[in-house]
Every structure is written in structure tokens, then in C-alpha cells.
């Protein structure tokens, strides 16, 4: 695929990654961020778990028809940060 080829599936993963996001019960996972890169998704924010971390990229990741790279940028805050 080309870049020009995936500009739309990603947009349209993005929409669809931003809307089951903010709708989660978790709400840190409604805090992220969700970018489209040049290949991929980007996922920005703070989580206090690696779970949830792990959780937001793979829920995510679902929504692809396709294998694209999403990079998972987001940061887990130690237990005295929280």
C-alpha cells in the first residue's frame, strides 16, 4: 500500500479510535490522544497502568482491517506520581 493508498483507512481508523475511546468506561482511556502518522497510528497520553496502556492499544488495534503500525507513545506513571 501507499502512502496517498492509506491516508484514508487511517483517518477513518483515527475517527473510529477517537469515538470508541472517549465513549470508554475507563476514563483515563478517554484522556488519549490518537494521531495519524505518516504509516500509522500514534497514541499519545498518560495511563497509570500498563494494563490500560496495553488495553488502548489493542482495542485499537481491532478496529483495522488491516496490520498498520500504531505506536503505543503513551506513559505509565509510577505510583507516586498518581
Not at 498518560?46 to 490500560?52: G, P, R
Given at each position: 500500500m501507499t502512502k496517498s493508498n492509506i491516508r484514508p483507512i487511517l483517518e477513518e481508523i483515527e475517527s473510529k479510535a477517537r469515538?470508541?475511546?472517549?465513549?470508554?468506561?475507563i476514563s483515563e482511556l478517554r484522556r488519549l490522544k490518537i494521531e495519524s502518522a505518516d504509516d500509522g497510528l500514534c497514541l499519545l497520553g498518560?495511563?497509570?497502568?500498563?494494563?490500560?496502556k496495553q488495553l488502548a492499544q489493542e482495542l485499537?488495534?481491532?478496529l483495522?482491517?488491516?496490520?498498520?503500525?500504531?505506536?503505543?507513545?503513551?506513559?505509565?506513571?509510577s505510583e507516586y506520581e498518581r
Open positions: 469515538s470508541l475511546l472517549s465513549s470508554s468506561p498518560s495511563l497509570s497502568t500498563w494494563h490500560h485499537v488495534r481491532r483495522s482491517p488491516a496490520p498498520i503500525p500504531i505506536r503505543n507513545l503513551t506513559s505509565v506513571r
